[in-house]
């Protein structure tokens, strides 16, 4: 949708001698693209097949996602045919790019304007002036996403996705105007170097682009929540000089995650006769804050604990082309959930991330993606330098922001291995960019990330930054749950000990799950829902006891695609507290829980509606299973279809109720107080009671898959939610597995259930991922009767041909099984047989192996007749 934005003088006494000043519109519209080198694109470019797109737009929205390996990182094209539109006389016309990933050339009627911008995620602007002609001018976009040693990010776990990503913005000025196309696209730097409840000091810096001759002024206003006039001030502006202009106000309304008070400064530029030459808006918010070591963050003189997350700025099948909508719901949701800090990571984001972060009062960091590695030699060392100038200047007007980052986990390729060249270079960047952070603000704090040890970074000298922030994922990829607090507790130590001035955050924690798969028996790295529950229950009990821990931000807010990533959900990192959809996960509702200072409840696992289970006894009608409910009250009280459990105290915001569920629908209702107020949730449970003895008469057998080799219910979401159980050993009467092993990851570190390749020609990857090797059986102590069997089956990464005939009943359905010559490797392969059961043993299926080792990853069996 085409936005227009027209600015309008605005007097102290309200729409008077009103005056367009600067006119700023959109033109993201039909816009032709072309994916790919154009050997001559101004000469035949009419030979080149486009196709019609609107921005923000990426060309990696689909090969990202699928399964070949890598998406196309190189150049693409864009144009577009515009009429400028005459607003001034002698008018000045400017052409600004939010973010266009990650070398832009922009060029204007065949004609180059300005040096190509590098780097993908910073603002910048160009003045196209010189290079317009009357009537119809063609604008004309190269872009580029392919790998560059000078520009960061050199590596990183997310993807480099290619485009004009986020909005494009015609703007035009007379000739005299605040600077447009400079370092930074910002002309306006608001700083408040003294703040307290009774004043406010206030300097703005200008930039003014004007003649020699002629006299102008530069008039600031500042106006209240209410748009009442505050303070304004007239400064005057002098040739080839920046102007600064000072005021005070008194009793100021203080800006606070609590009470995020924006004021607005709206910056004029003016002759003596009082005529409008331009005018810009910025948000202010006074505010002081400082970070203690010991004691932990404090904002306008009150101790507040930062909890938050990191974001990334893509959405499920939109790569990071996404709608400002989004963008603003996503910190909707953030502030939903109780949250009050944000690290923008791993790089500037759109405009609307800050816009809401002042308005809803988020603490944010923002960095710039020097990740894993150093851009190479000293070109790529003054492009991370001008890189990080541009995301200050560009944001430097939000007082949401308390410190800017130079990196994260920089020493992911490490140092002492790339040789002796590289070390110095790549510590000579950390001090340049912490040196350029100083230079440029010095309001706001330095910052830098790392994930080893702190000893390390020490070793490097590269512990150079104000305040230092730890990635750490213990009770995920390194030790367990049990270890958190310890390990924590000791991590904070050691870094304080080498600095025990040097404030510390704990800037990545987490774990993955995959909404489609549960588990009452959660295990490291098994991707459920439960499993990352218990986890962010268990650093949040040390975070929250822990002052020396000044912030904390979950890895992740959201899941986010990443094209080498082979996890529960290929190219997915699922660690996110919401599904790359935005979707809620249980963990969610817990930091609602613990975060929130209004009454909350909810019944953690409300999503999951449709569930299963073996009933207690033979010829039982009910099955038991454990519902957890969060909640910031004193206790609980949990209704099953109107029938009380009784009431629960909460333990650090959760109770657990072990719940009888029928079969068919079961009402879940749960009831709280707090702070005199009645909470309420409800959750609709769809019941599928599997007989305990499968030739039971009251609950006939129908219908049963399973997540063979796993702890883990799997739920196809796509497909009406069809539900798979977790596997079992064989009991006499039920079915289950005979003989085999639980495959596991190699990784030594890990030493998992299943494994975390990529696998082909499915959607429902933790189905193959998970497997019994070596299995010399499955049973179904079914009754007779005709039944429709199928069998799950890849063969994974292995280097050994494994050879296998499977057996029902005696006979042989598949014989001389090869699944790596027959299917090829990692790609999940579903057969369907009909079976005939004519006497009381049920269904056995055989496997014998003869060659390798037998395998299979899941089983269903469904009664036909």
């Not at 969610?588 to 209004?598: D, E, F, M, R």
């Not at 109720?657 to 079961?666: K, M, S, T």
């Not at 069809?722 to 289950?736: C, H, I, R």
């Amino acid at each position: 949708m085409k936005k227009l934005l027209t600015l309008i003088l605005m007097s102290c006494v309200g729409f008077v001698n009103a005056q367009q000043v600067r006119h700023i519109e959109t033109i993201n519209d039909s816009w032709d693209f072309y994916k790919g080198n154009i050997e001559k694109p101004f000469a035949n470019s009419s030979s080149v097949e486009w196709e019609k797109v609107t921005i923000p737009h990426s060309w990696n929205t689909e090969d990202i996602l699928d399964d070949e390996d890598g998406y196309y990182r190189g150049e693409a094209w864009y144009k577009k045919t515009l009429t400028i539109p005459q607003v001034y006389e002698n008018q000045q016309v400017f052409l600004l790019f939010e973010a266009a990933n990650q070398v832009t050339s922009l060029f204007i009627n065949g004609k180059s304007v300005g040096e190509d911008h590098i780097g993908g995620y910073t603002t910048f602007a160009r003045d196209i002036t010189s290079a317009l002609k009357q009537g119809q001018n063609e604008i004309s976009v190269k872009v580029d996403n392919a790998h560059n040693d000078e520009i960061v990010p050199q590596a990183a776990d997310f993807s480099f996705y290619g485009g004009i990503y986020r909005d494009v913005h015609l703007i035009i000025t007379k000739p005299v105007h605040f600077e447009v196309a400079n370092l930074g696209a910002n002309a306006i730097f608001i700083r408040t170097p003294e703040v307290s409840q009774g004043s406010a000091k206030t300097s703005v810096q200008s930039k003014v682009v004007r003649p020699k001759k002629g006299t102008f002024f530069i008039k600031q206003s500042l106006f209240d929540a209410k748009n009442s006039l505050v303070k304004i001030v007239k400064s005057k502006s002098t040739f080839g000089k920046d102007v600064f202009s000072d005021f005070s106000i008194s009793n100021p309304n203080l800006w606070s995650p609590e009470n995020p008070y924006l004021y607005k400064l709206v910056s004029e530029i003016v002759d003596k006769k009082g005529n409008v030459y331009d005018r810009v808006e910025n948000p202010v918010g006074f505010r002081w804050f400082s970070f203690d070591a010991k004691k932990g963050f404090f904002i306008n003189g009150k101790q507040t604990k930062l909890i938050g997350t990191c974001r990334h700025q893509d959405f499920y099948g939109k790569a990071n082309a996404v709608s400002d909508e989004i963008h603003r719901n996503d910190m909707k949701l953030l502030k939903e959930m109780g949250s009050n800090f944000l690290r923008i990571a791993h790089y500037p984001q759109d405009p609307a991330i800050l816009e809401m972060c002042n308005k809803l009062g988020f603490v944010a960091t923002l960095e710039i993606p020097f990740v894993d590695k150093a851009a190479a030699n000293e070109a790529g060392k003054q492009n991370s330098i001008n890189m990080l100038k541009e995301a200050i200047r560009f944001n430097y007007n939000n007082p949401a922001i308390v410190a800017w980052n130079l990196g994260n986990e920089t020493t992911m390729k490490a140092p002492e291995k790339l040789g002796d060249d590289y070390v110095k270079h790549f510590v000579s960047t950390h001090q340049a960019l912490a040196k350029t952070i100083k230079e440029e603000d010095k309001t706001r704090s330095s910052y830098s990330v790392f994930f080893r040890e702190p000893a390390y970074q020490d070793g490097f000298g590269i512990r150079l930054t104000d305040i230092v922030g730890y990635n750490k994922y213990y009770g995920w990829y390194v030790e367990e749950l049990e270890d958190i607090d310890k390990n924590l507790r000791s991590l904070v130590e050691r870094s304080l000990a080498l600095d025990p001035d040097k404030p510390f955050i704990l800037s990545e924690y987490g774990g993955g799950a995959d909404p489609r798969i549960r588990s009452y028996n959660p295990t490291r790295f098994d991707f459920s829902v439960e499993y990352q529950f218990d986890l962010h229950k268990a650093y949040m009990k040390t975070i929250l006891d822990m002052p020396e821990i000044v912030g904390a931000n979950v890895w992740n807010y959201a899941d986010f695609q990443v094209e080498h990533r082979k996890d529960a959900v290929p190219h997915i990192n699922n660690k996110g507290l919401v599904s790359s959809d935005r979707k809620k996960k249980d963990a969610y509702y817990l930091y609602q829980a613990l975060l929130k200072k209004t009454p909350f409840l909810a019944i953690a696992s409300k999503p999951w509606a449709k569930r299963a289970g073996i009933a207690d006894q033979e010829g039982g009608d009910i099955a038991t299973q454990p519902i957890v409910v969060v909640g910031n009250g004193k206790d609980v009280e949990l209704f099953i279809n109107g029938t009380s459990l009784g009431k629960k105290s909460f333990d650090f915001a959760s109770a657990t109720f072990n719940v009888p569920l029928q079969h068919g629908e079961n009402l879940i209702e749960v009831v709280s107080e707090k702070e005199g107020k009645t909470l309420k949730d409800f959750a609709t449970i769809e019941f599928t009671l599997q007989p305990k003895n499968l030739k039971s008469e009251s609950n006939p057998f129908k219908e049963i898959a399973v997540n063979v080799g796993s702890t883990c219910y799997f739920i196809e979401s796509h497909n009406v939610d069809y539900l798979w159980m977790p596997d079992q050993a064989y009991t006499k009467g039920s079915f289950g597995y005979v003989g085999g092993e639980l495959l596991r990851h190699p990784s030594k570190r890990r030493n998992t259930i299943g494994t975390d390749v990529s696998v082909k020609g499915t959607e429902n990857d933790p189905i193959y991922q998970t497997q019994l090797i070596g299995i010399e059986a499955y049973k179904f102590d079914v009754p007779q009767g005709t039944y429709e069997l199928s069998l799950a089956l890849a063969e994974l990464k292995t280097k050994e041909d494994n050879v296998m005939d499977i057996m029902v009943n005696g006979n042989t359905i598949w014989s001389n099984l090869n699944l790596k010559e027959e299917f090829g490797d990692d790609r999940g392969v579903t057969k369907r047989f009909l079976i005939s059961v004519d006497d009381d043993n049920g269904i056995t299926i055989d496997f014998k192996a003869l060659e390798g080792k037998t395998r299979l990853s899941g089983v269903k069996l469904r009664k036909v007749n």
